[in-house]
């Protein structure tokens, strides 16, 4: 298959990006080291930990004080992966940065190291390591952490319909759930059952799409990654699920955004269920903390012959630059083993860094929040489905399968016509 596709402007990227790198950096890059010292540079992109990860970098200097780690952030409003491309044209290769998955795995191949031989990847949850695991055994890239989604419910108002949410497995199961709690709507005091904001390409594309596709590719990133076209076997499964959370929304679902989906309406509790992961929990925390602490839950998706199981997977992973010195290397392997597996790195990790752990040897019970707790708790359990989603096309499950989702919500296309358009233009960037 060629691939050819993933690479287009991958050069002009490099050379345009060097001009807004200065602009977009942050962190202590320019602390000197002692004599002796060992430097690594790191270049990473999660913008809502940087102080937490400085700060977890000044506690392994202290305890190794033979290496020195600078640390550069790029995230928020500017672009990672063009800066990164960026800092490797400009001659400044960090010795540790962040791949996504199977596209940069591809794209940064000539820099990234053999992992296997970490403690971290040993000790790698079954399925984190599926982007960026190998053929020939090699490992690309160690996670970052986990994330999962599914139904996020509110628990009194299913108690006060009567609704045993721990019950829904199948379709039926929620199709009945919706019907009861829409039909004790004034009752209850809400607007709707769910709010579906069907403005965002990504709720619809990545999340809802994934969760029937995942199976087109037996969960496989990789899989999804290498196919020529994309069958959507359970494309009438899909359709039936978006029907239904379009039926019981609140309506116009087409203008209906992410914040309003989980700050105006589910946060002040005018909708029973969103359609959402764990990354909402900060927000709907600040919205109330004790409805956040104490009423939420979530159940997965109901898929037919997948009952019980939550689409879970690793938004990034670290990779280690092996053109770097071999000592360099070394301490960087050294670094990301201790974060991930030292009694201290463990401890920043679930409660500074607030992290679903994507590795083995966690306490649960320390996890930050209810929703956390749930995704590590199918994670475990092995009863997951796969973020095949970022194996597809570039930019593919938002702008052409979450667009041709909104065509058929608007009535401008069919079913049929929008899934098979979806289907052509993946078979166009694959050719």
């Known amino acids: 298959m060629n691939k050819s596709f993933l690479k287009k402007g991958f050069i002009?990227?490099?050379?345009?990006?060097?001009?807004?790198?200065?602009?977009?950096?942050?962190?202590?890059?320019?602390?000197?080291?002692?004599?002796?010292?060992?430097?690594?540079?790191?270049?990473?992109?999660?913008?809502e930990f940087k102080d937490q990860f400085e700060q977890i970098v000044q506690d392994f200097e202290e305890e190794n004080p033979d290496i020195k780690i600078n640390v550069q952030t790029v995230g928020g409003g500017n672009d990672y992966g063009a800066a990164l491309?960026?800092?490797?044209?400009?001659?400044?290769?960090?010795?540790?940065?962040?791949?996504?998955?199977?596209?940069?795995?591809?794209?940064y191949r000539d820099y990234l190291a053999d992992l296997s031989d970490t403690e971290a990847a040993s000790q790698a949850l079954e399925g984190t390591l599926d982007g960026v695991e190998q053929q020939n055994g090699e490992i690309l890239g160690l996670p970052y952490n986990q994330e999962g989604y599914g139904y996020i419910y509110n628990k009194e108002i299913f108690e006060q319909a009567g609704v045993d949410a721990e019950s829904i497995s199948t379709y039926e199961d929620l199709e009945e759930a919706f019907a009861t709690i829409d039909s004790q709507k004034e009752?209850?005091?809400i607007d709707a059952v769910i709010a579906l904001p069907a403005k965002e390409l990504w709720v619809m594309g990545?999340?809802?799409?994934?969760?029937?596709?995942?199976?087109?590719?037996?969960?496989?990133?990789?899989?999804?990654?290498?196919?020529?076209?994309i069958p959507l076997e359970r494309s009438q499964e899909l359709k039936r699920m978006l029907d239904l959370?379009?039926?019981?929304?609140?309506?116009p679902v087409l203008s209906l955004d992410y914040s309003q989906q989980v700050e105006q309406l589910f946060s002040t509790g005018r909708v029973a269920?969103?359609?959402?992961?764990?990354?909402?929990?900060?927000?709907?925390?600040?919205?109330?903390?004790e409805f956040a602490e104490n009423n939420i839950g979530m159940i997965p998706i109901p898929v037919d012959g997948l009952e019980g199981h939550l689409p879970v997977g690793v938004p990034n992973y670290w990779g280690v630059n092996k053109q770097s010195d071999e000592e360099v290397q070394e301490a960087a392997k050294q670094f990301l083993d201790w974060m991930y597996t030292s009694d201290t790195?463990?401890?920043?990790?679930?409660n500074e860094f607030k992290f679903i752990p994507a590795y083995d040897g966690y306490d649960e019970e320390q996890i930050a929040d209810p929703l956390s707790k749930e995704v590590y708790k199918y994670s475990q359990e092995g009863n997951t489905i796969g973020w095949v989603f970022l194996g597809t096309p570039n930019g593919w499950q938002e702008h052409v399968l979450g667009a041709e989702m909104q065509r058929y919500l608007s009535g401008d296309a069919s079913w049929d016509e929008a899934m098979e358009s979806a289907i052509s233009q993946w078979e166009s960037a694959r050719k």
């Open 245 to 251: 959370q379009n039926e019981y929304s609140v309506q």
């Open 345 to 350: 790195g463990k401890d920043f990790v679930l």
């Open 85 to 107: 491309k960026s800092s490797f044209a400009a001659g400044n290769e960090p010795d540790i940065f962040n791949v996504g998955g199977p596209s940069d795995v591809d794209e």
């Open 12 to 47: 002009a990227s490099m050379l345009t990006g060097v001009l807004v790198l200065g602009a977009c950096s942050s962190g202590d890059g320019n602390d000197e080291a002692a004599d002796g010292q060992t430097v690594v540079d790191i270049f990473q992109f999660k913008v």
């Open 206 to 229: 990545n999340h809802l799409g994934n969760t029937f596709f995942a199976s087109d590719f037996d969960n496989s990133i990789v899989e999804a990654y290498e196919a020529d076209t």
């Open 273 to 289: 269920v969103i359609q959402q992961g764990n990354w909402v929990y900060p927000t709907i925390e600040q919205m109330d903390a």
């Open 187 to 189: 009752e209850l005091g």
